[in-house]
């Protein structure tokens, strides 16, 4: 009977900690799996660009007209998306 607030509290600390953290990941894994010549992306060093080449695990960015910066895919925080302004 002693253990039951044990496992209890066990159980709760996975639930609010390891499976967001595992939603995350996995979110992140399929977003950088779906990223695409052209693709507006953001660096997790906080570095905009667009993607102008892959090369296995490198992507080749554009960060100004000519300029290019080679990074790992894994450094890609997120994939740009601009609302429409219209709307």
Do not use: C, N
Not at 25 to 32: D, G, S, T
Not at 49 to 59: H, P
Not at 72 to 77: A, G, K, L, N
Request: hydrophobic fraction near 50%.
């Amino acid at each position: 009977m002693q253990f039951i607030p044990l496992i209890a509290i066990m159980v709760i600390m996975w639930a609010l900690l390891i499976v967001p953290q595992q939603r995350r990941a996995k979110a992140h894994r399929l977003m950088l799996s779906q990223l695409d010549v052209g693709d507006e992306i953001l660096t997790s060093s906080g570095l905009y660009g667009s993607i102008v080449d892959f090369d296995g695990q490198t992507v080749f960015i554009e960060v100004a007209d000519g300029v290019e910066v080679k990074v790992t895919r894994e450094s890609i925080s997120e994939r740009i998306v601009y609302e429409d302004a219209t709307a």
